[in-house]
């Protein structure tokens, strides 16, 4: 019996990586696409993360305005392993809510999904009928989130509750 040659050797290891090289998953290079409109909320997500005690900086997130599944829903993030996480935030209700503190519980609860990976939250606060989180599957009062800002953000923030998906 003959054995190849170390030519048709190398040429086969050569062949074999090429194959495997093309067939491999490019790596996911993270990515920074915020709207203009929702920087100031992305930066103050991440300035209220530090005063909770666990700073958060956001490297790889798309943040647009763009059609969600319902009309009527405000806002929907979309994530995948090895793809940058995507709000797309609806801009007829973004419209509607015109107030800082009600764009920013939007956005607050969206980074909430895209960003700390939390599930929503159906629990109430004992006897009183308020969402006991940002998390909440519909969007809270304004009022509400208002008076209990600092609570909302610690619940949001616990790390504890990262990861959820």
């Keep these: 019996m003959r054995f190849p040659g170390p030519n048709f050797i190398f040429r086969s290891v050569l062949v074999l990586g090429t194959i495997l090289n093309g067939c491999a998953k490019e790596a996911h290079r993270p990515a920074l696409a915020i709207d203009p409109e929702f920087q ?3 930066e103050r997500f991440e300035k209220v993360s530090g005063e909770m ?3 958060i900086r956001i490297a790889d997130l798309s943040v647009r305005f763009g059609a969600t599944e319902r009309p009527t829903e405000t806002g929907a993030c979309a994530w995948n392993e090895n793809e940058t996480p995507t ?3 609806n ?4 419209e509607k809510r015109k107030s800082d503190s009600d764009r920013q519980l939007i956005l607050f609860h969206e ?4 960003v700390l990976k939390r599930n929503h939250d159906s629990e109430f606060v004992a006897n009183s009928g308020k969402p006991l989180s940002l ?4 969007l809270i009062d304004e009022r509400i989130y208002m008076e209990d800002i600092e609570s ?3 619940k949001l923030f616990d790390p504890s509750k990262r990861n959820q998906y």
Excluded: K, N, V
Excluded at 91 to 94: N, Q, R, V
Excluded at 111 to 114: F, Q, Y
Excluded at 135 to 138: A, E, G, L, R, V
């Design 91 to 94: 801009p007829d209700t973004w």
């Design 53 to 55: 005690g666990e700073p």
């Design 40 to 42: 100031t909320y992305i």
């Design 111 to 114: 980074l909430g999904h895209c």
């Design 135 to 138: 998390m909440y599957p519909t």
């Design 152 to 154: 909302y953000h610690r």
């Design 87 to 89: 709000i797309t935030i």
